[in-house]
């Protein structure tokens, strides 16, 4: 079974993405693992550049794979905002409030087409040999016009699904983890690594 390091300290995506991969053929390890290590920082344009280098740091630095996201909310009437810059939207130091606060005042008064958005993902792969592999996945909705629901984590509450009549945080983790951005990415990844694995 290989051994991987998922490239995050954010507790809910570890919670997330170790759910995900349960039945994978992968021991999963965490940067707990590794108290010494230190992430470089998110400045790439993209959110495929800024999983990538996470997941060749730390393959590199582990000598060990590596799986790396990098993801954030697109919002139709802010121009694609906050993008690749989601977690720090409010501030360098900003907290999950912080962002869902600045992200609501900026959309006050803002009609259903302008409020129309979606999360993105981008689930970057790295082993120390130089190997490979980046994994997309979108997940479409509506912000909403104040939080709703005490699950999930950054612009979960305000993320309303209009086929479940939900925000993503009164989703379950299952539910969440079937339909969100980085449950699509991280499972195309599984769905590789086992078709590896049986051709290995």
């Known amino acids: 079974m290989m051994k991987m390091v998922l490239a995050t300290r954010n507790k809910g995506k570890i919670r997330e993405i170790r759910e995900i991969l349960k039945d994978a053929p992968v021991e999963v390890l965490t940067l707990e693992d590794f108290p010494a290590l230190t992430l470089p920082p998110e400045d790439g344009a993209t959110f495929e550049e800024n999983a990538l280098k996470k997941a060749r740091f730390v393959a590199r630095e582990t000598g060990l794979a590596a799986l790396a996201d990098d993801s954030g909310l697109e919002v139709e009437g802010l121009q694609g905002r906050p993008g690749v810059r989601s977690a720090r939207y409010a501030g360098p130091s900003a907290t999950d409030e912080d962002n869902v606060e600045k992200l ?63 925000t993503a945080a009164e989703l379950t983790m299952a539910e969440k983890n079937s339909l969100s951005h980085r449950g699509r990415a991280v499972r195309r990844f599984m769905e590789w690594i086992q078709r590896r694995k049986v051709r290995g």
């Open 104 to 166: 609501l005042k900026e959309l006050e008064g803002r009609g259903p087409d302008e409020r129309s958005a979606r999360f993105r993902c981008s689930a970057a792969f790295a082993d120390p040999a130089g190997g490979e592999a980046v994994f997309e996945g979108t997940l479409e909705g509506v912000i909403t016009e104040g939080p709703r629901g005490a699950s999930g984590f950054g612009y979960d509450p305000v993320f309303l699904l209009p086929d479940k009549g939900k």
